[in-house]
């Protein structure tokens, strides 16, 4: 262990360790708190967010056998709807102001619960990603980085900076967003076969869209982290290396040198983050189209079931 220029104590990592459960091995107890308070509060915004689907599904198979009690499916959908208009609308009202009722509570513990689960994993994983980065940069961040401030060496100090910038938002964002996805699907899935087991069937479909979406999401976590971070580690001993150099060598072709070889490691990380950018995209694409198809493939269930039921 050692110590920067901020106090903070800060570990070296060997390059063998660049795996996703070193990540976790920076985290303090308050940390795994609110790790688990998110991963928590993903569960339960899962469940609420599978809920409205149960609801409308229980709305129209309930106001179809209440209210429509003569019609038995598959009569003729024409004959359904022009009993349906005989119905007493204030009984028809006041079970769909129930529902309505309940599909709002859930919409709004989705949100609460979301804005938890985002919080605590949001906070935490910014802590812990800057200790990675602190473990990583601790012998820069011993020195001295005026100087490349004066020499202006290929603004070397700028791209640090903007790099260690992608470096929390690859180690930082996309975890927090893999493991939320994770435990989201897990509590909605799980919820909705507990509670309305013929939902299974729209849920499945929507699983397989959300499982390869989140795959995809935790591939650009592990790419970030075993191919990335390495070349930022380098381009840091070069740093130190130019920095340790600086007080002997005073050539300036040879401090130009050492630059370019800085400015080419970080671009090679750059190149890394565009091509892992499209999986990404895809990866929420995917989510996205999963969890939009399964509200239309809720209606559509119903109708079905509702057309070829025994009453």
């Known amino acids: 262990e050692t110590k920067t220029k901020h106090h903070h104590k800060v570990r070296k990592i060997d390059p063998e360790e660049i795996k996703l459960g070193s990540f976790f091995k920076f985290a303090t107890a308050k940390e795994r708190r609110m ?3 998110g991963c928590l509060g993903a569960l339960l915004q899962g469940l609420c ?4 689907m149960i609801i409308g599904f229980a709305t129209m198979t309930e106001l179809w056998r209440v209210q429509v009690p003569v019609i038995q499916p598959p009569e003729p959908l024409s004959v359904a709807m022009e009993a349906w208009k005989t119905a007493e609308a204030d009984d028809i009202g006041a079970r769909l102001w129930s529902k309505l009722f309940w599909f709002l509570v859930f919409a709004l513990g989705a949100t609460v619960f979301g804005f938890v689960a985002s919080l605590n994993l949001r906070l935490a994983n910014e802590s812990l990603s800057y200790q ?12 001295d980085m005026g100087w490349f401030d004066k020499e202006n ?12 910038g992608n470096l929390t938002e690859v180690v930082g964002m996309k975890l927090q967003m893999a493991v939320a996805s994770i435990f989201m699907l897990v509590g909605g899935l799980g919820y909705t076969v507990f509670a309305c087991w013929p939902m299974a069937f729209v849920a499945i479909p929507m699983v397989s ?14 790419a970030g982290l075993s191919k990335t971070v390495p070349n930022y580690e380098q381009a840091g001993v070069i740093v130190e290396e130019s920095l340790a150099n600086i007080r002997t060598v005073h050539a300036c072709n040879a401090q130009e040198e050492t630059a370019a070889r800085y400015a080419g490691l970080l671009d090679d ?3 890394e983050q565009k091509r ?4 990404k ?3 929420f694409a995917l989510i996205f189209f999963g969890f939009q198809v399964s509200f239309a493939l809720t209606f559509v269930f119903a109708g079905l079931y509702l057309l070829h039921a025994d009453g």
Request: glycine share 6%; aromatic share 12%.
């Open 276 to 279: 892992i950018g499209v999986t």
């Open 209 to 222: 869209f959300v499982a390869i979406g989140m795959s995809m999401y935790i591939r650009v976590a592990r």
């Open 153 to 164: 060496a290929l603004l070397v100090p700028t791209r640090l900076n903007e790099d260690i």
């Open 269 to 271: 990380a750059r190149t």
């Open 49 to 52: 967010q599978a809920s409205p």
């Open 281 to 283: 995209a895809f990866g």
């Open 35 to 37: 790790l688990w308070c």
């Open 132 to 143: 990675w980065r602190s473990a990583y940069f601790s012998s820069v961040l011993l020195l």
